[in-house]
């Protein structure tokens, strides 16, 4: 099993700055493709970022040019870096990781618990 650890949401002021960490743990043979998604209540799931094992980003439009996705693969962790927030990234935000757990084997997604991020003056 994989176990997906998220921190770092909370309350800021328009045009503050957030960093969310996600902390992949347990029976980890290799990670994949690494992202953040966001959910508001009544709406689906949309991708916020991703990077892949090799470092390649892709970004949601809305995000691009504030937020910053990175990683560190020997911790198996994935950060978002999100500046000049603005009200409407307010709701929750949730890591998904896609990893295997021994060589050559099947890949499965995983998902954090989701962390609230609330931009508001």
């Known amino acids: 099993q994989v176990q997906l650890v998220e921190s770092g949401g909370g309350l800021v002021q328009p045009g503050g700055s957030l960093r969310l960490s996600c902390a992949a743990s347990?029976?980890?043979?290799?990670?994949?493709?690494m992202a953040w998604f966001r959910q508001a209540p009544g709406n689906q799931r949309e991708l916020v970022a991703a990077?892949?094992?090799?470092?390649?980003?892709n970004y949601a439009d809305s995000v691009k040019g504030r937020f910053t996705i990175s990683r560190d693969n020997a911790k198996n962790t994935v950060y978002l870096q999100m500046n000049s927030l603005k009200p409407e990234d307010t709701t929750v935000y949730y890591c998904?990781?896609?990893?295997?757990?021994?060589?050559?084997?099947?890949?499965?997604?995983?998902w954090g618990q989701g962390t609230q991020v609330t931009v508001s003056s």
């Open positions: 998904n990781v896609n990893a295997n757990h021994y060589r050559l084997g099947p890949m499965y997604d995983y």
């Open positions: 347990g029976s980890i043979f290799s990670v994949n493709d």
């Open positions: 990077i892949t094992s090799g470092g390649s980003t």
